[in-house]
């Protein structure tokens, strides 16, 4: 199907443990990004990337590392799960450029995390 | 780096009646500007974008906004407001076409029948 979609929607887990989230595109945007939502934060950025191979730093990267070997995935890693990063995790992709829908994010339906 | 603000926590309108959801900015170049809403155990949808031109943008669902320059603001209106506008509302900066997107804290909007 057509979108963005992440994956697992839930995922419940113990402190130390790892977890991957998926994030899978299928318009072959440039830009891809995660997010964490959290009550009285809104959204903050962890990590971004423009392109394979190329991913930086947000608002919020530590304790998170993130990869992109191809375009379409963008899969985000806690190596070492603590409590503080049982969050709402959103994952979203974006053409670049400034015309059109160039420039908006689309975003997936989100993974809800708890770390216990 | 870019930054947004959005000092109201919530905002409360009688059905029918105006609504702003206010949105300031700081960005070192031009900026990119967005607003999203985010509707209960949803990912969020675009509403609306300025990138140049006109300073009144219209978007989804018969929101527009207002960029401001001189006042770093990029204001949520819309002139008659209904129930079912009731979502969180979130506005985004970027600072060039090819960075990354920064969102303010979001605005919960109640729309009272």
């Known amino acids: 199907d057509a979108g963005i979609t992440q994956s697992p929607r839930y995922k419940i887990t113990e402190t130390g443990r790892q977890v991957t989230l998926m994030c899978h595109q299928t318009?072959?945007?440039?830009?891809m990004f995660w997010y964490r939502q959290d009550l009285g934060h809104g959204l903050r950025l962890i990590y971004y990337s423009a392109a394979a191979d190329i991913t930086d730093k947000g608002e919020v990267p530590d304790g998170y590392v993130v990869s992109r070997s191809k375009t379409e995935n963008f899969p985000l890693t806690l190596e070492s799960a603590t409590r503080s990063q049982t969050s709402v995790y959103f994952c979203a992709s974006s053409p670049s450029g400034t015309s059109g829908t160039d420039g908006e994010l689309f975003f997936g339906e989100g993974s809800r995390l708890t770390v216990l | 780096a870019q930054s947004v603000a959005q000092p109201e926590d919530q905002v409360n309108v009688a059905e029918g009646n105006p609504l702003t959801v206010k949105c300031t900015y700081s960005?070192?170049?031009?900026?990119?500007l967005f607003w999203y809403v985010q509707y209960p155990n949803r990912g969020l949808q675009f509403l609306l974008k300025?990138?140049?031109?006109?300073?009144l943008v219209k978007g989804s669902y018969g929101f527009e906004a207002e960029f401001n320059k001189s006042q770093t603001s990029f204001h949520l209106k819309k002139p008659s407001a209904l129930v079912s506008d009731s979502a969180l509302y979130f506005c985004?900066?970027?600072?060039?076409?090819?960075?990354?997107?920064?969102f303010g804290k979001g605005t919960r909007l109640h729309i009272l029948p």
């Open positions: 960005v070192s170049g031009n900026p990119y």
């Open positions: 300025y990138i140049t031109g006109d300073n």
């Open positions: 985004a900066v970027r600072d060039d076409p090819f960075d990354k997107i920064i």
């Open positions: 318009w072959s945007h440039s830009y």
